[in-house]
């Protein structure tokens, strides 16, 4: 059937090189590809002609169309450049300096050879509204809703389950989220014509819409009937008690004890991609050599293909480690386990176990035994409700605050009961833990739980004097529906104090005076304002 559509175009020969083949004889024909290339020039009437030769009569003509920022970067990630193991943030880079060379204008008027907006507007007018339905992917639950009624079928028809998150490595949202604003404005300059169209098509949506609603279509209990049929399939489909058969990364810190460390790598018993280790060792430490020697025996054992050391030269801290690990690889979902932790025999793979459930609804964290000391994180929540918040350090309270932003985002929270030790053999708690009873520590603990919930509840608007960790009873005590009770900010959006840090790490360090303090900024601070760019303000409480 292709072979008999492309004749009249005389493309076969022309573009033999080009065409992707299914199985012999047969291709799929991809304009967009071919135009980037300089061979296809053919425009809209071309496409529609060789669709009809190749449908036949009584077919229903529809489209489906992404934003313009979305379509840019589909077009320079899969058509451009498609290689589809490269990370989110070198991808964010391949499209930056494409926008900054201004290159690949437009890419959907481009594939429809549509060169003004004169030709936008023709083809808007006269093309586009012959359509029976234009279909947008960020509305994609209306859009299949009218195309039901449209058509005259069921919603089961249109009922579909999203995997959200099945190719991290080259989601657009992921690519898009981390572009400082700069390109995003250089992005809109360079699809302004895609934005005529994309525009277009909505108001058409909103007309067919209305129509619909004129005929006593109620298609807005039909996208909560669509929503509930699809929790409803997605309880039905997606709850299964059968482990991955490979981790995507295990990525924990070490800040001493490497004899621990050796125990955590040596009881983990599922295959794994990558191991990751930040090294939060201070330089000429008491603990360095003895992390050293650990990481050197590792390096040995599993090879560096497999292990990856992120050597910091100070103590990020908890939360801010494990954005570190997450952002430099990125995956479908991160085992994260303190350093202090070793698994029973076959409880690692007890502790992934939900992730097939997780990864097809809204996304989440799965808990070992209710514990930040042993989690898995999907990418799904993290996009939701963001990195964890790095004003928290080194550590105490980024539990309580992350465990809130994914209630609030709809993201799940689950609690696996596995067995792992978590400290000395026979112990309970971490080492710090362990240590409670040394003045010093016992202070130093005090002191950083103090700071740490007087910024939760600052962040939150939560009484102040507020130590509770629970979230419901955050839920009920807070105030602010955003972030330090800033509308323009998000869910997963927080800024950045260097000052609150300066003083949690003088805290911190407080007994060993003849260390130098450093403070350390958040790598990758922030969510939505791309790999660097946060706002830095100081708290005048400080």
Not at 103 to 118: Q, V
Request: glycine share 8%.
């Amino acid at each position: 059937g292709y072979q008999v559509a492309l004749k009249p175009y005389d493309l076969e020969k022309r573009l033999s090189h080009s065409l992707t083949a299914a199985r012999p004889g047969f291709y799929d024909f991809v304009p967009q590809y071919l135009s980037n290339i300089g061979i296809w020039t053919g425009g809209w009437d071309d496409l529609r002609n060789f669709y009809k030769s190749l449908l036949g009569p009584g077919y229903v003509s529809l489209t489906v169309l992404g934003t313009p920022r979305e379509s840019y970067v589909h077009n320079a990630v899969r058509i451009i450049r498609p290689d589809n193991s490269t990370t989110p943030a070198q991808l964010g880079e391949i499209v930056a300096k494409l926008v900054q060379a201004e290159r690949a204008p437009n890419p959907l008027a481009t594939e429809l050879n549509l060169r003004s907006r004169a030709d936008v507007l023709s083809f808007t007018r006269r093309d586009m509204d012959a359509l029976s339905l234009v279909l947008l992917s960020d509305k994609i639950d209306e859009s299949l809703v009218m195309l039901s009624r449209i058509l005259n079928w069921d919603l089961a028809d249109v009922l579909h389950l999203d995997r959200d998150m099945s190719s991290a490595a080259v989601t657009a949202t992921t690519i898009l989220e981390s572009l400082p604003d700069e390109t995003l404005k250089g992005l809109d300059a360079l699809t302004d014509l895609d934005k005529e169209i994309y525009d277009h098509a909505v108001a058409s949506m909103k007309r067919q819409r209305r129509q619909l609603q004129r005929k006593g279509v109620d298609v807005t209990g039909d996208i909560k009937r669509l929503r509930a049929m699809r929790q409803e399939l997605s309880k039905a489909c997606a709850f299964s008690d059968v482990a991955p058969d490979v981790i995507p990364v295990i990525g924990t810190a070490v800040l001493n004890r490497g004899d621990w460390l050796l125990r955590l790598v040596y009881s983990i018993d599922m295959p794994v991609r990558k191991l990751v280790i930040v090294r939060n060792t201070i330089p000429g430490g008491p603990d360095s050599s003895d992390v050293d020697d650990a990481i050197s025996e590792l390096k040995q054992q599993l090879g560096e293909a497999h292990l990856r050391v992120l050597v910091s030269n100070a103590n990020l801290g908890c939360g801010p480690s494990w954005n570190l690990i997450m952002r430099q690889f990125p995956a479908d979902y991160w085992v994260l386990p303190s350093a202090d932790v070793a698994y029973r025999a076959g409880q690692l793979a007890r502790l992934v176990a939900p992730i097939s459930t997780l990864e097809k609804t809204t996304g989440g964290i799965v808990l070992a035994n209710g514990s930040y000391a042993n989690l898995v994180l999907t990418h799904g929540a993290v996009r939701r409700a963001g990195y964890f918040d790095e004003n928290i350090w080194p550590a105490y309270t980024e539990d309580c605050e992350y465990s809130l932003r994914l209630v609030l985002v709809g993201a799940k929270v689950i609690s696996a009961d596995i067995g792992y030790v978590h400290g000395e053999e026979g112990a309970s708690g971490s080492l710090t833990h362990q240590l409670s009873d040394r003045y010093e520590i016992r202070t130093r603990n005090s002191m950083t739980h103090f700071n740490n919930f007087g910024y939760l509840n600052y962040k939150w608007g939560i009484p102040s004097g507020n130590e509770e960790c629970a979230t419901d009873k955050l839920l009920a005590l807070k105030t602010y529906a955003t972030p330090y009770n800033d509308s323009s900010l998000g869910i997963d959006d927080w800024w950045f104090f260097p000052r609150e840090r300066a003083v949690s790490e003088a805290v911190w360090n407080f007994t060993k005076p003849t260390h130098s303090l450093m403070s350390v900024p958040a790598i990758f601070a922030g969510t939505k304002k791309g790999e660097v760019g946060v706002q830095l303000k100081t708290l005048g409480r400080i």
